[in-house]
């Protein structure tokens, strides 16, 4: 008994700094090398069916890097949604933010929001940049929409439900990941999709995210279709 295709894939892009680290090049290029493994993995997404793609780009815990590092992240997210707009037209691929945007550099804010637009009422994939995005942050953030909507207030509070939460999160009509991805080799979610991917099966592949090809998502989708899902139930009667 199969499971069908994902619906909603999110990928934790580990491992530019080991994979430039092996090659003695400096973390810049892992991370250059990384955005190329990303638009391979977009184009092979796309070609595959997937709805939703969520790529983890830059964490809440990532501004600990170095002002040289985290600069260069940036000016590649910019030099992306620039650069692959016309790929997003032609594919009708909808670019979306996760994450704290108010605490994002202006210009980078200004990107995104522009991406965003110019690409919105494409019914493609859609894929969703997690940029300073944090689990547990973006819980936060839900509940203050909450706490401003008035919803938490006296009885009210009592009545709150786990669909109240999700309705307020970043991205409240992006149905959950069926499967998160991580590369090179760490057993960890770090921070990723905390309340959305209570259920997501996970898949942790041991290459760094530089070295990632269609070919690999290819096997990682192959695995996901193989689990048997139960979501807390059991297991159908013969099994
Ligand atoms: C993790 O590797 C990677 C990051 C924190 C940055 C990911 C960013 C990109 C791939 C470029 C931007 C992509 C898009 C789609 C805009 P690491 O540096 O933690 O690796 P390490 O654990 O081996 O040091």
Not at 30 to 47: D, W
Request: charged share 25%.
């Amino acid at each position: 008994m199969g499971t069908d295709i994902p619906v909603h894939v999110g990928i934790i892009m580990d491992g530019n700094g080991r994979w430039a680290q092996a090659r003695g090049f400096t973390r810049s290029q892992g991370h250059l090398e990384g955005l190329k493994a990303a638009k391979r993995i977009v184009k092979a997404a796309s070609e595959m069916g997937i709805r939703y793609l969520t790529l983890y780009a830059f964490s809440t815990e990532n501004w600990k890097r170095t002002a040289d590092e985290v600069g260069f992240i940036m000016s590649l997210v910019k030099q992306y949604l620039r650069g692959e707009l016309d790929f997003y037209r032609e594919n009708r691929i909808r670019i979306r933010h996760a994450g704290n945007a108010a605490g994002l550099p202006s210009d980078i804010q200004a990107e995104l929001a522009s991406a965003a637009a110019d690409t919105g009422d494409f019914e493609g994939m859609q894929v969703i940049l997690a940029i300073n995005y944090g689990g547990r942050d973006e819980i936060v953030r839900a509940l203050r929409r909450l706490a401003a909507s008035g919803k938490m207030a006296g009885a009210d509070l009592q009545a709150l439900t786990e669909g109240d939460i999700t309705a307020s999160l970043d991205n409240p009509d992006v149905p959950d990941p069926d499967l998160i991805i991580r590369s090179a080799g760490e057993y960890r979610t770090s921070n990723f999709l905390l309340w959305e991917g209570a259920y997501a099966e996970l898949c942790v592949s041991p290459k760094f995210w530089p070295d990632w090809t269609g070919e690999d998502l290819a096997a990682a989708i192959a695995d996901f279709r193989g689990r048997d899902r139960r979501f807390g139930g059991a297991l159908a009667a013969g099994n």
